[in-house]
């Protein structure tokens, strides 16, 4: 059982985490721009939910398990009454949430998280119909920085756990291949899948870049648009599917 507490403390001190998850965010609201996304549901929020970034939404639901986190968008969310914040896991809040007609359901970074990622996927595909898009985005593990790592001698396979992810309590490291096999598996047909945000180094090595002003901000934008060249070394995996039937 994964120790919430401990995540939620862990988060805060991860290095570079802040840099990288603008950057998913990034994407996914240039996505929910292209694909449209008026009632969204929002799963595992974090440190900082999506209505703070993303104003074109007509009612918004987020799912946080973590106490902290769950009050962090409670205290954001305030008095608007077209988001709701509830705390728990999919699994358990699902069947309440049935009778809701989703556009949008958001798994971002969370599905290499969850022990069991196949009954996290079964819960989302209940509040799916054929219109609903499903987004999820986890670490790649033939990101530029771990095959350097395999090249080095460092790990001895890309799906090999980092330190970091051991820390983090992550059950799970996928390849676009295995991402997108795990959703088949689920019900899902994937629509679009990819990577993005060409990360060279670890995350500390990164923030110590970023410490030392040589990792400006013209750089990090620059390796955000180099995944269109490397389109399967970006250190971030997307996919967008819906409910096959």
Request: hydrophobic letters at 45%.
């Amino acid at each position: 059982m994964r120790d919430l507490d401990r995540y939620q403390l862990d988060y805060g001190e991860l290095p570079f985490e802040d840099i990288q998850a603008a950057y998913r965010r990034r994407h996914l609201l240039e996505s929910l721009a292209n694909h449209g996304g008026m009632r969204v549901l929002e799963v595992g929020c974090g440190a900082e939910a999506l209505f703070l970034h993303y104003a074109g939404f007509e009612s918004m639901h987020v799912i946080e398990p973590a106490e902290h986190f769950h009050a962090m968008a409670l205290s954001a969310a305030g008095a608007n009454a077209a988001i709701r914040v509830l705390r728990g896991t999919l699994e358990q809040l699902a069947p309440n949430l049935a009778n809701h007609d989703f556009d949008c359901v958001l798994l971002s970074s969370l599905l290499h998280e969850v022990p069991d990622p196949a009954a996290l996927l079964t819960a989302a595909r209940t509040l799916c119909n054929r219109g609903t898009r499903l987004h999820v985005y986890v670490p790649n593990a033939r990101s530029f920085h771990r095959l350097l790592a395999l090249e080095m001698g460092l790990i001895k396979d890309v799906f090999e756990k980092s330190a970091t992810q051991q820390r983090m309590q992550q059950a799970a490291t996928y390849d676009r291949d295995t991402l997108e096999t795990r959703l088949k598996a689920a019900g899902f047909d994937v629509l679009e899948s990819g990577s993005f945000f060409i990360k060279p180094f670890t995350h500390a090595q990164m923030a110590i870049l970023r410490e030392q002003g040589l990792l400006t901000d013209a750089m990090l934008d620059g390796l955000y648009k180099l995944g269109r060249h490397l389109p399967d070394a970006g250190s971030e995996l997307y996919a967008i599917a819906r409910r096959s039937d």
